[in-house]
């Protein structure tokens, strides 16, 4: 079962006892969510495909997403997107990020955002879970609030209800060109706020919480922004609905809840390495000799260029037919994104 519909059927509290003084707190989890999803109109399923590309487009060296912000909207006002994630941690993996030793790549994650009508403003939460039980439907303790037309030296506009202590995350790698620090800022869900103030923690185990939070939700958002800026191509993404009818009426003859409808997003059409493997001990050494090229994501004008990742080394071990990839958008689609009449962006791919 999908992450959405596990998460529509969710109906667990989460709640937490004192062991001191005996007192409960209902804290805010996947079930409080449930009416959302059910009535968002808009849900997403990317494929494998799709969530490596996202991924790689998101933490490649040289990728600036920042740099095509003026690009980036949220297409409805409620949105859900989904992956599974073995494709996102083994892309992850080709950058650096260590997955958790005790946790399989077996699970499904997802992003919920609602925001402004213009979708350039809004706040998102992420769920995640690894195993078919709904108590393992889980919930980021920290939500993120977003404004894509934040300036240099501001901080995003609020939105929701204003809470305490944001916290701000940043690439320093990045530079100038970090999203996250100039469009971007989180903060605890409100019953979670409470919840660690009446703890009364010390200075090391509030950044503790706030780093282990942060964790499990800033690493989204970039591949989120990415599957974004691919959508708003033309003529966009491949999709297809899901065909869910006659399973769904089967579902209805035992008594099971209707799964909901939802958009598989594919690929587009990338240039792929193909591989020349043959055997033999001068063939092996030479094979070593290879290695992994990061992609590299370049804006000039209306022009987005995506020199894709590609294995480099001895000819013997395959080719290249071409490594680059562009996007062409209408110049005129920045100032219409901040007037709020988002025009369609045209899209070419060489």
Known sequence: MRLADRIAQCRTPFIVENPKDGSVTHLNNAAAFAKDINRCA?????????????TALAYSKGAST?????????????????WTEAPWRNELARYGFK???????????????????????????????????????????????????????EDPEVFG???????CVSDDAAGDADILRRCFRFRFERSWQDYYERGQLTPVQTAAVSYHALGTIA??????????????????LPRRPLMLERLNKARARSGKAALLEQVEVFAPLLPEY???????SETARRLRRLHHVRGHLVRRGSKL?????????????????????????????????VSGNPEPAAAHMS
């Open 42 to 54: 808009t849900r997403y399923v990317l494929s494998d495909e799709l969530t490596s590309l996202c």
């Open 66 to 82: 920042l740099a095509c912000a003026d690009l980036l909207h949220v297409p409805a006002e409620r949105v859900w997107v989904e």
């Open 99 to 153: 997955s958790p030793v005790d946790s399989p790549c077996m699970g499904r994650r997802g992003v919920f955002i609602q925001s402004t009508p213009q979708g350039r403003r809004g706040s998102l939460r992420t769920f995640w879970t690894n195993d078919e039980s709904e108590l393992q439907v889980l919930c980021s303790s920290m939500e993120a609030y977003f404004d894509f037309d934040t300036r240099e030296g």
């Open 161 to 167: 209800p204003q809470q305490p202590s944001p916290i």
């Open 219 to 236: 690493i989204d958002v970039p591949v989120l922004l990415a599957f974004f800026l691919l959508l708003s191509t033309r003529p966009g």
């Open 274 to 280: 193909r591989s020349g493997w043959s055997s033999g």
């Open 305 to 337: 260029f995506w020199r894709v990742p590609h294995m480099r080394g001895s000819a013997r071990a395959g080719s290249v037919r071409t490594r680059t990839v562009t996007w062409l958008f209408d110049p005129s689609i920045a100032s219409s994104r």
